[in-house]
């Protein structure tokens, strides 16, 4: 008995003094670079995002490091794990501050995760700078805090001005419970009734749904010009594309961006031809766009959310651009005030700037259309942009 | 009756072997599990600098309070519960509610209802409404033992998240509430992330002396006998409904004020912080730690955040992996564990 039990503790006590050992050599370099941090959901309900976006910020810049760096100073990101939760945030935030000394944080890519570590960036004046997090609340959270993202509330508006504009006067939404979906159909119903719509039918179902048919068939029995789908999973937005169909529905179906991604498309089939979605875009005439999504597939041999990848590859360029004229990585008031002040053109677009609250403008959301099945390819993702979206 | 002359007999032998068991495990493992633990967190904590260590040590403390009064539950009554997040949802829900005021503007877009009460006014009722659930839920859960005790349980915790998720008019559903109030004394605002660990910990304090005044006392005896078994120790005349009622709302409440003070820490709750994975968590750390045993819950719920936060400290991984990582170790200690010591670090009975 106690042989093994000697056994067990001394394993044990070797794997602590080998963790410990392996923490304790990671330290110090000669030349002292500008270090920011990361945070984002690289595990959890938002790992698809959160590594896509580290990934993309890792590429931008062992770029800009390659080209020299920031006036001869090298760059480094330190990353930590946020999660998509307010705690997980809290503790990456303290640690990103505390222990490594960061004063400029990149990210996150939750919003429940930007809300939760957004009131202590606030009161230390550090500055937190999302290129994902869409949740409208962000706009409110305060001065040092950030994002390229465009606010749910935008993609709703802009909904609501797409489906007036095709003539749709009555219209019936079904959104997944997350606070993306939930943020797009609220935002999109109360414009669209703002501009004198009429919501005959809303429905609203949790993640793991598979079956759709109950609730779809309510929604089309109060005879809607249009359904609108919030989807957060793409299984659920695909499914869901492909039972309206089954269930004879033939006319318009609009969409925020999750049910027209791959998987979607993938589950929809020939179901999802035709089908609109409203989101921000890469365009596809931007060819420093196009040059960014072409270096991330051969570096990571994958594209995924060309959008959100090419968000947070703006953010490190941003960065790097206001780093160079404050020349210090612990002065996050300078920093702060030097993305007031910036007009930047990269991936997402050109002449894009902050407003007030540290919300972008200048950037709208693209209308896409799906296409038939036999056009759709690995290049274009399966679907066309008809144009940025009607605005007023 | 054939039945309480065998009941009693087996009861007398389980409790001669309560009294030996604790001498018995008393082994190498327990005491080096207790110095690694405690040497490794105080060796972490001074390293990584007082901040973070604040930090983190304010989380292990809420977690440390929901360990200790789920054990109470589940380690000392026997009752295998895994819905205890509901009721730390429950008091984080109260305090959200009730402490939030009309005047943060986002709670004017989805409207919720706004008390705008001080800390110390949500903090009880948070408490007492989790306790309130609590009797109404656990009058129908006495109905049940073992295995089908942990599928109602389950059911309960499935229920919570989706009211939490669903009934938007009061919790904002998907979106979660934000901006929730910090604590005030007196006009002193406990802001600083020092005083709030101080005050979490006098909380610790409370459950822990509560706790053990329980388990040490005769209402605690009658407890553990329920536990070895309900049907001997009902001969002896015990209403033993009535025990297991009493020290699940007990329990509950406690976890009521857990959920209380982390939404005040957090300031931000949302429903993804009361899934059910959460609970197979917590039940993970109280077995870790050993079943029956305060101590261990202490322990159990201080190497569960050292261990997840500490391997944010490991410099060989890929920053995109690191959090799978965390995810991976951690799984497999809790499998290496169980084989070779289903107690716990320093229970003493078994599951």
């Known amino acids: 008995m106690s042989i093994f039990s000697w056994k067990r503790t001394a394993a044990l006590g070797l794997l602590a003094m080998l963790v410990v050992a392996a923490v304790g050599c990671g330290e110090a370099e000669p030349e002292a670079p500008f270090r920011i941090g990361v945070m984002e959901s690289v595990t959890g309900p938002g790992e698809t995002y959160g590594t896509v976006a580290v990934q993309s910020k890792e590429m931008a810049v062992a770029e800009i490091n390659a080209a020299g760096g920031i006036n001869g100073r090298m760059l480094e990101l330190v990353v930590e794990d946020s999660k998509c939760s307010a705690q997980d945030a809290i503790t990456a935030y303290t640690k990103l501050t505390d222990v490594d000394g960061v004063k400029i944080i990149l990210g996150t890519s939750c919003s429940g995760a930007m809300l939760g570590a957004a009131p202590l960036a606030e009161a230390d004046g550090v500055v937190m700078f999302s290129g994902l997090a869409t949740n409208p609340d962000i706009a409110e959270a305060g001065d040092y805090i950030f994002r390229t993202s ?73 005879n809607p010009d249009a359904v609108h789908i919030a989807a957060q999973s793409e299984f659920t937005g695909g499914t869901i594309i492909k039972q309206l169909r089954e269930l004879g529905y033939d006319g318009p179906i609009y969409a925020d961006v999750v049910p027209i991604g791959t998987t979607a498309l993938e589950i929809a089939g020939d179901a999802a031809t035709g089908v609109k979605a409203i989101t921000p875009d890469l365009d596809p005439a931007n060819a420093k766009a196009q ?99 009607p605005t007023g | 009756m054939a039945l309480s002359t ?29 110095l690694i633990i405690l040497s490794w967190s105080a060796a972490f904590m001074l390293w990584q600098g007082v901040g973070f260590a604040i930090q983190v040590s304010t989380f292990f403390a809420i977690w440390a309070i929901l360990a200790v009064s789920l054990n109470l539950v589940v380690g000392y009554t026997g009752l295998l519960s895994v819905g205890h997040i509901g009721f730390f949802g429950i008091g984080a829900y109260a305090m959200a509610i009730l402490s939030s005021d009309a005047s943060y503007e986002q709670l004017r877009t989805e409207a919720i ?83 709030y ?139 290496v564990l169980m084989l070779f010591r289903p107690q716990g670090l320093v229970g003493k009975f078994r599951l």
């Open chain 1, 150 to 222: 465009l606010s749910d509330a935008t993609v709703g508006v802009d909904t609501g001005n797409v489906l007036w504009a095709d003539g749709i006067r009555k219209l019936a939404t079904i959104s997944e419970s997350t606070d993306y979906a939930e943020g797009v159909r609220r935002t999109t119903a109360e414009h669209f009734q703002s501009l004198g719509g009429e919501i005959v039918g809303e429905e609203r179902y949790a993640s793991d749904t598979t079956d759709f048919r109950t609730q779809l068939e309510k929604l089309l029995g109060a």
């Open chain 1, 291 to 389: 040059e960014v999504l072409a270096n991330f597939k051969d570096r990571y041999d994958y594209v995924t959310l060309p959008w959100f990848l090419g968000s947070a590859y703006d953010n490190v360029y941003i960065a790097a651009e206001c780093l160079k004229k404050t020349g210090d990585d612990q002065d996050a008031d300078g920093f702060r005030d030097c993305l007031y002040e910036i007009t930047w053109s990269g991936t997402i677009g050109d002449n894009y700037s902050f407003d007030e609250k540290g919300e972008v403008v200048g950037l709208s959301n693209a209308v896409l259309e799906v296409l038939p099945t036999a056009e759709r390819t690995e290049e274009n993702g399966g679907y066309k942009v008809l144009g940025a979206a």
């Open chain 2, 6 to 34: 065998q009941a009693i007999g087996k009861l007398v032998r389980r409790t001669r072997d309560l009294r030996q068991r604790p001498r018995f495990a008393r082994g190498n493992i327990e005491l080096w599990a207790n």
């Open chain 2, 113 to 195: 209802p706004t008390f705008g009460w001080p800390f110390f006014a949500a903090l009880p009722v948070s408490v007492v409404l989790a306790g309130l659930v609590a009797v109404v839920v656990g009058i129908a859960f006495n109905r049940f033992r073992d295995d089908i005790y942990v599928l109602v349980s389950f059911g309960f915790a499935v229920i919570a998240f989706n009211i939490f998720l669903n009934w938007r008019a009061l919790t904002r559903g998907a979106f979660g509430i934000h901006e929730i109030a910090r604590p005030e004394i007196g006009g002193w605002t406990v802001n600083g992330t020092f005083e």
């Open chain 2, 197 to 335: 660990l101080i005050l979490v910990l006098v909380f610790l304090a409370i459950v822990v002396l509560i706790s053990w005044f329980i388990v040490t006392s005769s209402f605690g005896r009658v407890l553990t006998a329920i536990r070895e078994d309900e049907q001997a120790i009902e001969v002896f005349g015990y209403q033993t409904a009535h025990y297991k009622l009493a020290i699940w709302v007990i329990s509950a409440m406690m976890a009521g004020l857990a959920g209380a003070l982390f939404a005040s820490k957090t300031s931000f709750i949302d429903p993804n912080s009361f899934v059910l994975l959460e609970s197979i968590l917590l039940v993970s750390i109280v077995i870790l730690g050993g079943l029956a045993t305060i101590w261990g819950s202490l322990l159990g719920a201080m190497a569960f955040v050292m261990l997840e936060e500490g391997m944010r400290f490991v410099p060989f991984l890929p920053a995109e992996h690191i959090g799978q990582a965390r995810q991976v170790v951690l799984g497999i200690l809790l499998v």
